[in-house]
C-alpha cells in the first residue's frame, strides 16, 4: 500500500517516473525493445556523423550526443517512442550561432557548444518543472514548416564546399555562401564532385527502389568505395579526395562545459531559440506517435526529460539533443514497446561505434555532402508548404518569414522572428470581433434574431451581436462601432449586445460596456446584454461594471430583454412606424399596413 502510494505521488511522477513502467516490463517486452533499439543504433551512426559536421562540431559528437542524452531522454520522459539525440535543426542552428564565437571544430567552440547545451537543458528543466508546457502551443506548425525548409537549404548550402571539393568560407548567410561559392566556382575537384554525385543519386536510387534497407548508410559506404576506387586508379596525390578520418572508438569521454560570463551572455538568445525549437520538436514527435499508440503522453515531463538530457549530455561529450523525427518514427515502426528501445538504442551504439569507429577514417567528406543532399531533401515538406500557400495568407506569411529570415538572417531569429509574426496575426483577429446588427425574423413563428440586411430595424432600438472577447487589444474597434453606430442611427437611442459569442471581458473591455452604457444614458437611452454567460457575469461583477450598467439591464433570453427594453420606447413613434418590427408592436398597434388584407 505504501509503495503503491508512493508511486502516485508527484514527485515520483515528476522525478522517477520510470518507476512506474518499468516493474511491468516483461521478457517479450525487452526482446522487442532490444531488436528496435539496435536498428535505431544502426540508423543513428550516419546521422550522428551528418550532424555534427552540420553543427561544425567533431565528427564522434554527433554519435556521442546520441548515447548518454538518449538513455536520459527515455529514462524522465513520458513517451513510449520518443528517441533523443543530434538533429538537424538544433545542428544548424548551434553552427550559425557558435561559428560567429569560435572556429568550428576548435577546443573553444566545443566548450561553447557543450555551455549551450547545459543552458538549453536548464532551460527546458525550469520550463518542465513550472508547468510551462502550454507553451510550445504558440510556435504554429507554419513556423516549423518555414524554419525546418530554411535550414534544410542552409544545410546544402554550407555542403557545396564538400559537395565540390572547394576551400571556401562556408559560414554566414546564404547569400554570403553562394558568393564565395561562386568566386571559386573554377576551383571544383571533379573527383570529389563524382563521389558526392554517387553518393547522391544511389541514395536515392535505394530509397525510392528498396525503402526497407538502410540507404542513409548503404549509399555512404557506396560513395566510400567509389573514392576508394578512384584513388587506387589516378592515386590521392591526383583526386584530393578529403576523407572524414578515424572516430575515436570508446565511451564518451566525460566533459566541461565553458562557464565563462561573456560566453553566456553570448549564448542566451540562442538558448532560448534552440530550447523553444527542441521542446516543441520532442513534444510535437512525442504527441504524434502516442495518438499512434493509443496512449497520452505528459508534455511538462518531455520537458523535465529532454532537459535532464541536455544537462546529462554536456558533461558526457553531447551537444543539443531533441526528439528526432527519423529515429522516433523507426523505433515506432520497429514495434517498440516501452521506453527501454531508446535506452537499448543509446546504449547499443557505444559498443557499435568501438567496433566501426576506425573505419570512419575511409569515409569521404564528399560522401557525407551527399547524404546531407539527401538529409536536407527530405526536411523539405512541399506538401505541407502548398497546403499552407493554399489555405491561408496569414499562414503563408508566416511561414515565409519564418523562411527567409532563417536563409538571409540569424538562424534562431527565425523562430522568434515566425512566433513574433504568428502572435500578432493572432492578437489582430481578436482584437477585430465581428459585429453584426441582429433583427427579428418575421417569417418564423417566434422571430428569432438574425443577420440580414433586407429586413427592417427598429427605428428606436438597436441589437447587434459581438462574437469575440472583449479585452484592451479588442476595446479600441468595439467602441469604434459603438460610435459608428450613434453616429449613423442617432435615433436608435437604445441599444442590446447580444452576448453568446462573448466569452472573456477584461476590466478594460468591462469599462467600455460602462462607458457606453453612459453614453446611452445620458441620450435619453440605455445598453442592454441579452444572453450574458455566467463567467461574463461573474467578470463585470467583480470588476463592478454590472452595478454601474444596472443588473436589471442584463436578460437571459432575447424575448424577455425586447419586451423590458419595449416599454421604454417613445410610444408615439412606435404608433407612426409602419414596419411593426416585434411582436409588442403588433399586439398594441396591430399589423402594419402592408399585411392587412
Not at 98 to 106: I, K
Not at 200 to 212: E, M, N, T, Y
Not at 349 to 369: G, H, S
Request: charged residues 15%; neutral net charge; hydrophobic residues 50%.
Amino acid at each position: 500500500m505504501n509503495t503503491a502510494k508512493l508511486l502516485d505521488s508527484p514527485w515520483v511522477s515528476q522525478f522517477v517516473p520510470f518507476l512506474r513502467w518499468l516493474p511491468q516490463v516483461t521478457k517479450e517486452d525487452i526482446k522487442v525493445d532490444f531488436m528496435a533499439g539496435l536498428a535505431g543504433a544502426i540508423v543513428v551512426l550516419p546521422q550522428g556523423v551528418a550532424f555534427a559536421t552540420i553543427a561544425g562540431m567533431p565528427p564522434e559528437y554527433g554519435l556521442y550526443a546520441g548515447m548518454i542524452p538518449a538513455m536520459v531522454a527515455a529514462l524522465f520522459g513520458s513517451s513510449r517512442h520518443l528517441v533523443s539525440g543530434p538533429t538537424t535543426a538544433a545542428s544548424i542552428v548551434l553552427f550559425s550561432a557558435l561559428s560567429l564565437l569560435a572556429t568550428p571544430g576548435s577546443q573553444e567552440y566545443v566548450g561553447l557548444a557543450l555551455t549551450l547545451t547545459l543552458m538549453v537543458g536548464l532551460l527546458e528543466l525550469a520550463l518542465g518543472l513550472a508547468r510551462l508546457g502550454a507553451l510550445v502551443n504558440f510556435i504554429s506548425h507554419s513556423v516549423i514548416v518555414g524554419f525546418t525548409a530554411g535550414a534544410a537549404v542552409l544545410i546544402a548550402a554550407k555542403q557545396l564546399k564538400h559537395f565540390f571539393g572547394v576551400e571556401i568560407d562556408s559560414s554566414g548567410h546564404l547569400h554570403d555562401i553562394l558568393l564565395n561559392f561562386g568566386s571559386h566556382i573554377l576551383d571544383i575537384n571533379p573527383f570529389a564532385t563524382i563521389v558526392a554525385l554517387a553518393t547522391l543519386l544511389s541514395g536515392i536510387a535505394i530509397k525510392r527502389w528498396f525503402p526497407k534497407l538502410p540507404y542513409l548508410i548503404l549509399c555512404m559506404i557506396f560513395g566510400g568505395l567509389v573514392a576508394y576506387g578512384l584513388n587506387l586508379l589516378f592515386g590521392e596525390t591526383v583526386t584530393h579526395i578529403a576523407q572524414v578520418g578515424a572516430l575515436p572508438a570508446g565511451l564518451p569521454p566525460l566533459s566541461h562545459p565553458d562557464f565563462n560570463l561573456d560566453h553566456i551572455k553570448a549564448l542566451a538568445p540562442t538558448a532560448l531559440a534552440v530550447t523553444l525549437f527542441a521542446l516543441t520538436e520532442a513534444v510535437s514527435i512525442g504527441r504524434s506517435l502516442a495518438a499512434r499508440g493509443g496512449y497520452r503522453i505528459d508534455g511538462n515531463q518531455e520537458f523535465i526529460g529532454q532537459g535532464l538530457s541536455n544537462i546529462a549530455g554536456s558533461f558526457f561529450s553531447g551537444y543539443v539533443a531533441t526528439g528526432s523525427f527519423n529515429r522516433s518514427g523507426l523505433n515506432y515502426e520497429a514495434g517498440a514497446r516501452t521506453p527501454l528501445a531508446a535506452m537499448f538504442a543509446g546504449l547499443l551504439l557505444i559498443f557499435i561505434v568501438v567496433l566501426i569507429a576506425p573505419l570512419a577514417a575511409y569515409l569521404p567528406k564528399a560522401a557525407m555532402a551527399g547524404v546531407l543532399f539527401i538529409v536536407a531533401w527530405g526536411l523539405i515538406d512541399f506538401g505541407q508548404i502548398a497546403h499552407i500557400f493554399q489555405a491561408s495568407r496569414r499562414e503563408t506569411s508566416v511561414l515565409l518569414v519564418t523562411l527567409l529570415s532563417a536563409l538571409f538572417l540569424e538562424l534562431e531569429f527565425a523562430i522568434f522572428a515566425g512566433v513574433l509574426l504568428s502572435l500578432v496575426l493572432y492578437l489582430d483577429r481578436v482584437s477585430k470581433p465581428a459585429i453584426r446588427s441582429r433583427v427579428p425574423d418575421p417569417s418564423l413563428p417566434k422571430r428569432p434574431l438574425v443577420t440580414n440586411p433586407d429586413l427592417p430595424e427598429c427605428p428606436q432600438f438597436k441589437i447587434i451581436r459581438i462574437d469575440g472577447s472583449l479585452f484592451f487589444g479588442s476595446v479600441n474597434h468595439v467602441q469604434e462601432a459603438f460610435d459608428r453606430i450613434r453616429a449613423e442611427q442617432p435615433e436608435q437611442k437604445h441599444l442590446a449586445i447580444a452576448c453568446q459569442g462573448i466569452n472573456f471581458v477584461d476590466l478594460q473591455g468591462g469599462e467600455a460596456l460602462v462607458e457606453e452604457a453612459k453614453r446611452r444614458k445620458a441620450a435619453g437611452g440605455d445598453l442592454y446584454l441579452i444572453n450574458v454567460k455566467q463567467g461574463l457575469w461573474d467578470t463585470l461583477d467583480r470588476c463592478g461594471c454590472l452595478d454601474e450598467i444596472g443588473p436589471e439591464h442584463v436578460f437571459q433570453g432575447k424575448t424577455a430583454a425586447i419586451h423590458a427594453v419595449y416599454q421604454k420606447l417613445d410610444k408615439a413613434r412606435c404608433a407612426r412606424c409602419q414596419q411593426r418590427i416585434f411582436l409588442e408592436c403588433q399586439e398594441e398597434f396591430g399589423l402594419p399596413e402592408q399585411s392587412k388584407p
